[in-house]
């Protein structure tokens, strides 16, 4: 995997404008890092911004109540990682932050590719790549002439730790594998201006194997998370706890009627994950 044109392309057509790389903040870096999880990025800058403004630290964020939390995050979607965000300002808050990557993971709702983002863009510790969707893609491909399921994530570690340029940090190197993979390697590739075009082994020897069907995103319209998000969403502008009432919001927001039992289920399914407290939640949905 040759790497020696990523430096020079990376300073020219890299995404620096996104706010959260003008800091190695990790409360900023993680907020980030948990909105960006299946959330593009246009929609999260915004949103990061208004959240920082807000919360600009862990101690503002832990003083917050949850419910002002989940009214920012509405529009992200996904609102369990808002709930894991406001328990990991409390803990951090309390105790400090932790330095490796199992301290970090021991966190709320932070797995090992966010540890090891922070690790790489906040803390500048050395350790294995972070593999999200788009590294572990340029990786296998670039690397490893292979589509990534085709691969193990150790086989494509590997490749990305010893392509590194020798005058690029490792948080630059980081950044720019994840634009390489953004704008160029995509599911569908764009290899023209391509950094890595020249030395890419998929380019030179395309995998004779189909990639695959890709996995589909499961539809949103009707979907149980669309009514989760549609009762969240009421039970946050009008905190009652009546449970026609919420069924009645949420149906006026997602233009359909919903079952009693599966309007159950739902409320009962917010609970269980504590975003609405049992104490004020429908008695249904305790």
Same mark, same amino acid.
């Given at each position: 995997?040759?790497?020696?044109?990523?430096?020079?392309?990376?300073?020219?057509?890299?995404?620096?404008?996104?706010?959260?790389?003008?800091?190695? !903040?990790?409360?900023?870096?993680?907020?980030?890092?948990?909105?960006?999880?299946?959330?593009?990025?246009? @929609?999260?800058?915004?949103? $990061? *911004?208004?959240?920082?403004?807000?919360?600009?630290?862990? *101690?503002?964020?832990?003083?917050?109540?949850?419910? #002002?939390? =989940?009214?920012? $995050?509405?529009?992200?979607?996904?609102?369990?990682?808002?709930? /894991?965000?406001? @328990?990991?300002?409390?803990?951090?808050?309390?105790?400090?932050?932790?330095?490796?990557?199992?301290?970090?993971?021991?966190?709320?709702?932070?797995?090992?590719?966010?540890?090891? /983002?922070?690790?790489?863009?906040?803390?500048?510790?050395?350790? @294995?790549?972070?593999?999200?969707?788009?590294?572990?893609?340029?990786?296998?491909?670039?690397?490893?002439?292979? #589509?990534?399921?085709?691969?193990? !994530?150790? &086989?494509?570690?590997?490749?990305?730790?010893?392509?590194?340029?020798?005058?690029?940090?490792?948080?630059?190197?980081?950044?720019? =594998?994840? !634009?390489?993979?953004?704008?160029?390697?995509?599911?569908?590739? @764009?290899?023209?201006?391509?950094?890595?075009?020249?030395?890419?082994?998929?380019?030179?020897?395309?995998? +004779? +194997?189909?990639?695959?069907?890709?996995?589909?995103?499961?539809?949103? *319209?009707?979907?149980?998370?669309?009514?989760?998000?549609?009762?969240?969403?009421? $039970?946050?502008?009008?905190?009652?706890? !009546?449970?026609?009432?919420?069924?009645? &919001? /949420?149906?006026?927001?997602?233009?359909?009627?919903?079952?009693? #039992?599966?309007?159950?289920?739902?409320?009962?399914?917010?609970? +269980?994950?504590?975003?609405?407290? /049992?104490?004020?939640?429908?008695?249904?949905?305790?």
């Amino acid at each position: 995997m040759r790497t020696d044109a990523l430096r020079r392309w990376y300073a020219a057509h890299g995404r620096h404008t996104l706010p959260w790389r003008s800091t190695h !903040d990790p409360w900023a870096v993680l907020v980030s890092e948990v909105m960006l999880q299946q959330t593009q990025v246009a @929609r999260v800058v915004p949103k $990061w *911004e208004a959240f920082m403004a807000r919360w600009p630290s862990p *101690e503002a964020c832990a003083g917050a109540e949850l419910t #002002e939390v =989940l009214r920012l $995050w509405q529009g992200l979607g996904y609102p369990r990682r808002a709930l /894991a965000l406001h @328990r990991c300002a409390q803990i951090v808050s309390a105790q400090g932050w932790p330095k490796s990557q199992a301290g970090l993971r021991a966190l709320p709702g932070v797995g090992a590719y966010t540890a090891r /983002a922070l690790l790489a863009l906040a803390f500048r510790r050395p350790g @294995r790549p972070p593999l999200d969707v788009n590294i572990r893609r340029v990786g296998a491909r670039a690397g490893l002439a292979a #589509e990534p399921h085709q691969v193990t !994530d150790a &086989a494509v570690e590997e490749a990305l730790m010893t392509a590194r340029p020798a005058r690029m940090s490792r948080r630059d190197y980081t950044l720019a =594998l994840f !634009d390489a993979g953004a704008l160029h390697c995509r599911a569908v590739p @764009r290899c023209d201006g391509c950094p890595l075009a020249g030395g890419c082994a998929w380019r030179r020897r395309p995998p +004779a +194997a189909a990639a695959g069907e890709r996995r589909r995103q499961p539809r949103y *319209e009707g979907s149980f998370r669309q009514l989760r998000g549609a009762l969240l969403d009421a $039970w946050l502008r009008t905190r009652s706890g !009546d449970e026609a009432e919420l069924a009645a &919001a /949420a149906a006026a927001g997602l233009q359909s009627a919903a079952d009693a #039992e599966r309007v159950a289920r739902a409320l009962h399914s917010l609970v +269980a994950d504590g975003l609405i407290p /049992a104490e004020r939640a429908p008695s249904q949905a305790g």
